[in-house]
């Protein structure tokens, strides 16, 4: 029995990285998808690799600041598939972000950075609840970041964006777990994705602080979320889980 037989997934950021991955994963465990990303091109491709693979994939242009657009989303996934099961909310501010001292980053960047990390996923959970609700379950998986638990030298704000998607998720744990819904967040290390080969050179990465002493892939982050959106997670809600390969311990 595949994980994710008979689900409909909601994926954002699904043009690239992650969000990829997260595509490819959650098909192959039986999930139907929607996905979502400003970058057509790049979730149009996802959308037809997942499909050549015998998957049922959709995709929307989504820009996850935009609330109206979000709701389109939705109400289109379940036009199509019949209902929404999961929500990963793994679009995020991070591809090219240039590290600065905090007193460096312009009010203009911070600002960005707090709508697409923080405001982002509050409004794509607003725009699947009403269909969770009245189904009486859901999956909602955030994707925070292992810097919330160390900090990051020329991350400010990007750091208190992760911060905030793990206040996000405590509380809006507590207020859907009556509607049956649960709200946990995956809080990866530094992976080797598209979007951290513009922050740092990945071949130089120092793996000697990091117990299994290697750099994360896009394939060690998807077992966690697909357990977290699967019904094995059932009594699960609130919980921030690192995959770091034990560099930071929580």
């Known amino acids: 029995m595949k994980l994710l037989e008979g689900k409909v997934a909601i994926i954002t950021g699904g043009a690239k990285g992650l969000g990829r991955a997260f595509a490819i994963a959650f098909a192959e465990e039986g999930a139907k998808l929607a996905l979502g990303d400003i970058d057509i091109e790049g979730v149009k491709n996802t959308a037809e690799e997942v499909s050549a693979k ?16 979000l709701k389109e989303m939705a109400e289109g996934t379940v036009k199509r598939f019949g209902k ?8 995020a501010y991070y591809f090219g972000v240039e590290r600065r001292p905090f007193n460096a980053i312009t009010v203009q ?9 923080v405001k982002g996923p509050w409004l794509c959970t607003q725009a699947v609840y009403p269909y969770m609700k009245a189904q009486g379950k859901g999956k909602i998986v955030n994707l925070a970041s292992e810097t919330l638990f160390t ?14 998607v793990l206040g996000l998720t405590r509380a809006l744990a507590a207020e859907l777990g009556p509607d049956n819904i649960t709200v946990n967040a995956v809080a990866p290390g530094f992976t080797d994705t598209e979007a951290s080969r513009t922050i740092a050179d990945v071949a130089k990465y120092d ?18 979320t697909i357990f977290l959106s699967s019904d094995a997670a ?3 809600s609130g919980q921030t ?10």
């Not at 929404?84 to 679009?91: H, P, S």
């Not at 960047?109 to 990390?117: G, K, L, Q, S, T």
């Open 109 to 117: 960047e911070w600002d960005r950075m707090m709508a697409i990390n």
């Open 84 to 91: 929404i099961d999961v929500l990963v909310n793994n679009a």
């Open 207 to 224: 793996v000697s602080r990091t117990p299994l002493k290697r750099l994360g892939m896009p394939a060690d982050i998807v077992g966690v």
């Open 234 to 236: 059932d009594f699960i």
């Open 151 to 164: 900090g990051s030298h020329g991350f400010a704000h990007y750091v208190a964006s992760k911060g905030g």
């Open 241 to 250: 889980i690192l995959v770091n390969g034990g560099r930071a311990m929580h």
């Open 54 to 69: 015998g998957g049922e994939c959709i995709w929307f242009k989504a820009d996850v600041t935009d609330a109206e657009g």
